[in-house]
């Protein structure tokens, strides 16, 4: 297991923070937010606050507003969806409070696509109403714009653009924040509250609709602290990721299928409905594994999205981003199906959290992708992850802080790296980006839609040999010697991209090893997991899988009862 940086001895020195927010995607610009103004707010983002996973996300928001929905028919839908392993009171709470934060950004300014005066919502796969918001085909990136606009204009907010948070410091299992990197320079920030919102984890597949950033940092860090980690087997496949030679993969909205397009093979034949009544409206893990066996059967790469069944004008208005990225490279959605194929898209386990966001950690909170709130169950229902973002983010505003706890001298930001530092590459960087690459092609090849004992296997015992390599590596050995009892330079063979590049690798490695062991362990099939020798859902099985080191425990059983309204 890899080791934190150790966290320096320090007696009870005043905070730098009050609290401190890792992450600038929806999550921790929401949360920051809702911390009240009197409290000194840190937040920290590897890149800017632009660049996260809920930039990316286009399909919208669900929340019960319209007259023919209700909050326990949201909930029902949460339930189904997540195959026995959602937390009620963690459904409810979601569902409940959805309204109060929709209409929350509404006054910030979000702007949420409208019929006439009202919200206009759209149905989406394993939805049963029309009750996902959307602000056309972006609205993860119509949410956060004004997000960080209003971050940015809090004075008690002070943003860490381009850091890199390393590992928590933990004190008599207290989390008093993390160690950090900005610039040049590795230091300890402390807070009275430490808030992880990292995000996901996709990026430890060769195939997904995350950034490069997703690199499942903050489950790592908790993981490494020797803190306890829940469902990290459940990784969600979204069906409909671009496949055109030399595209990356780009994320199709769910919402686009639930407009009217249709999912065909190269016969043109609409194949889904052959796995699932649903047929392309199915839950996402239903679908992935739909296409995913159809082109076993047939031997093709792909299969095709149908958008054309939707009035031109329609799906000009409603995706015209999607439109545009696929006329990009080379297909005309308006013209001709595109070609599609599943990738890794979110990842329901994380870090177990409370409804009010805490961990098991004193002191440390998470939010978002990287929490496990039990809102997602085995198999999250689409368009609630925004939702969750800004609901268990909006906890935040009730921490139990002391006054008068922090230092009068803040903590300046540092400016991001020039340019010119970066302009003669590292040779370390083509290394890591090679073990990189060579750990998500393992992970995709052994541990993605299905999964079986032998390869599960096999993908361990390669990591383990992988893994202590890189323990034993030279650059490792000296980042891990790093014990700073005040903020100090980096060593000079040391650059924050050879740094950044090693880290997230570290935080993959970590990822990896925790997928895969929790797949072996779970010998069944629900949700995200599907195994080709457990194909079935095992009802001794409806029960959380629990991490914490290298022990793999299960839960006692799950009762999700849907409650009447």
Same mark, same amino acid.
């Given at each position: 297991?890899?080791?934190?940086?150790?966290?320096?001895?320090?007696?009870?020195?005043?905070?730098?923070?009050?609290?401190?927010?890792?992450?600038?995607?929806?999550?921790?610009?929401?949360?920051?937010?809702?911390?009240?103004?009197?409290?000194?707010?840190?937040?920290?983002?590897?890149?800017?606050?632009?660049?996260?996973?809920?930039?990316?996300?286009?399909?919208?928001?669900?929340?019960?507003?319209?007259?023919?929905?209700?909050?326990?028919?949201?909930?029902?839908?949460?339930?189904?969806?997540?195959?026995?392993?959602?937390?009620?009171?963690?459904?409810?709470?979601?569902?409940?409070?959805?309204?109060?934060?929709?209409?929350?950004?509404?006054?910030?300014?979000?702007?949420?696509?409208?019929?006439?005066?009202?919200?206009?919502?759209?149905?989406?796969?394993?939805?049963?109403?029309?009750?996902? %918001?959307?602000?056309? +085909?972006?609205?993860? &990136? !119509? /949410?956060?714009?004004? @997000?960080?606009? #209003?971050?940015?204009?809090?004075?008690?907010?002070?943003?860490?653009?381009?850091?890199?948070?390393?590992?928590?410091?933990?004190?008599?299992?207290?989390?008093?924040?993390?160690?950090?990197?900005?610039?040049?320079?590795?230091?300890?920030?402390?807070?009275?509250?430490?808030?992880?919102?990292?995000?996901?984890?996709?990026?430890?597949?060769?195939?997904?609709?995350?950034?490069?950033?997703?690199?499942?940092?903050?489950?790592?860090?908790?993981?490494?602290?020797?803190?306890?980690?829940?469902?990290?087997?459940?990784?969600?496949?979204?069906?409909?990721?671009?496949?055109?030679?030399?595209?990356?993969?780009?994320?199709?909205?769910?919402?686009?299928?639930?407009?009217?397009?249709?999912?065909?093979?190269?016969?043109?034949?609409?194949?889904?409905?052959?796995?699932?009544?649903?047929?392309? %409206?199915?839950?996402? +893990?239903?679908?992935? &594994? !739909? /296409?995913?066996?159809? @082109?076993?059967? #047939?031997?093709?790469?792909?299969?095709?999205?149908?958008?054309?069944?939707?009035?031109?004008?329609?799906?000009?208005?409603?995706?015209?981003?999607?439109?545009?990225?696929?006329?990009?490279?080379?297909?005309?959605?308006?013209?001709?199906?595109?070609?599609?194929?599943?990738?890794?898209?979110?990842?329901?386990?994380?870090?177990?959290?409370?409804?009010?966001?805490?961990?098991?950690?004193?002191?440390?909170?998470?939010?978002?992708?990287?929490?496990?709130?039990?809102?997602?169950?085995?198999?999250?229902?689409?368009?609630?992850?925004?939702?969750?973002?800004?609901?268990?983010?909006?906890?935040?505003?009730?921490?139990?802080?002391?006054?008068?706890?922090?230092?009068?001298?803040?903590?300046?930001?540092?400016?991001?790296?020039?340019?010119?530092?970066?302009?003669?590459?590292?040779?370390? %960087?083509?290394?890591?980006?090679?073990?990189?690459?060579?750990?998500?092609?393992?992970?995709?090849?052994?541990?993605?839609?299905?999964?079986?004992?032998?390869?599960?296997?096999?993908?361990?015992?390669?990591?383990?040999?992988?893994?202590?390599?890189?323990?034993?590596?030279?650059?490792?050995?000296?980042?891990?010697?790093?014990?700073?009892?005040?903020?100090?330079?980096?060593?000079?063979?040391?650059?924050?991209?050879?740094?950044?590049?090693?880290?997230?690798?570290?935080?993959?490695?970590?990822?990896?090893?925790?997928?895969?062991?929790?797949?072996?362990?779970?010998?069944?099939?629900?949700?995200?997991?599907?195994?080709?020798?457990?194909?079935?859902?095992?009802?001794?099985?409806?029960?959380?899988?629990?991490?914490?080191?290298?022990?793999?425990?299960?839960?006692?059983?799950?009762?999700?009862?849907?409650?009447?309204?």
């Amino acid at each position: 297991m890899a080791q934190p940086i150790p966290s320096p001895a320090v007696a009870n020195p005043p905070w730098d923070f009050d609290v401190l927010v890792v992450g600038g995607g929806a999550a921790g610009l929401y949360a920051a937010l809702s911390i009240p103004e009197r409290w000194r707010v840190g937040l920290i983002t590897k890149d800017n606050l632009s660049l996260s996973a809920s930039d990316w996300a286009q399909g919208g928001i669900a929340a019960a507003l319209g007259s023919d929905d209700s909050t326990s028919l949201h909930v029902a839908d949460t339930l189904r969806a997540g195959a026995g392993l959602c937390e009620l009171d963690a459904v409810e709470h979601l569902v409940t409070h959805a309204a109060t934060c929709i209409h929350r950004l509404v006054d910030l300014g979000v702007a949420f696509d409208r019929s006439g005066p009202d919200l206009a919502m759209t149905l989406e796969a394993a939805h049963s109403r029309k009750r996902v %918001l959307h602000a056309a +085909d972006t609205t993860g &990136r !119509a /949410i956060v714009s004004i @997000l960080a606009e #209003t971050v940015l204009q809090r004075p008690n907010i002070i943003v860490y653009e381009s850091a890199f948070a390393l590992d928590l410091w933990l004190e008599d299992g207290h989390c008093r924040g993390i160690s950090l990197v900005q610039g040049h320079t590795l230091r300890w920030i402390s807070a009275q509250a430490t808030v992880l919102a990292t995000g996901g984890g996709g990026q430890v597949y060769a195939q997904t609709t995350n950034p490069a950033a997703s690199t499942g940092d903050g489950v790592a860090m908790v993981w490494r602290a020797g803190g306890q980690l829940r469902d990290l087997e459940f990784f969600q496949f979204h069906p409909t990721s671009l496949s055109q030679a030399g595209a990356p993969p780009f994320l199709i909205s769910e919402a686009v299928r639930g407009e009217g397009a249709h999912l065909v093979d190269k016969e043109g034949r609409r194949f889904a409905y052959d796995y699932h009544p649903d047929g392309e %409206l199915a839950p996402r +893990d239903v679908v992935s &594994r !739909a /296409i995913f066996h159809h @082109l076993q059967k #047939t031997g093709d790469r792909q299969v095709w999205l149908d958008m054309r069944p939707i009035p031109a004008d329609h799906l000009n208005y409603r995706f015209p981003n999607i439109i545009r990225v696929c006329r990009t490279w080379g297909c005309d959605p308006l013209t001709q199906p595109v070609p599609v194929a599943p990738a890794a898209h979110y990842w329901m386990g994380g870090i177990p959290t409370n409804c009010h966001s805490q961990t098991q950690i004193p002191g440390l909170y998470a939010v978002g992708e990287n929490s496990s709130t039990g809102v997602h169950g085995a198999n999250r229902l689409a368009s609630n992850s925004l939702l969750e973002c800004l609901v268990y983010g909006a906890e935040l505003a009730n921490l139990p802080l002391q006054e008068g706890l922090v230092k009068s001298d803040l903590p300046t930001p540092l400016p991001p790296q020039s340019p010119e530092a970066e302009s003669h590459p590292d040779p370390r %960087l083509a290394v890591l980006e090679q073990q990189r690459q060579q750990l998500t092609q393992l992970m995709w090849d052994y541990a993605a839609i299905s999964r079986h004992q032998t390869g599960l296997e096999t993908a361990i015992a390669t990591l383990a040999d992988w893994r202590k390599e890189a323990e034993q590596s030279a650059l490792n050995q000296t980042l891990q010697n790093l014990t700073p009892e005040q903020p100090q330079e980096l060593p000079d063979q040391i650059s924050l991209p050879v740094l950044r590049a090693w880290g997230e690798l570290r935080n993959l490695y970590d990822i990896a090893w925790l997928v895969l062991n929790s797949a072996r362990f779970r010998t069944e099939s629900r949700g995200g997991h599907y195994r080709s020798d457990y194909p079935n859902t095992d009802p001794a099985w409806q029960a959380h899988t629990l991490v914490q080191g290298n022990q793999w425990q299960r839960s006692a059983p799950v009762s999700a009862q849907i409650s009447s309204e």
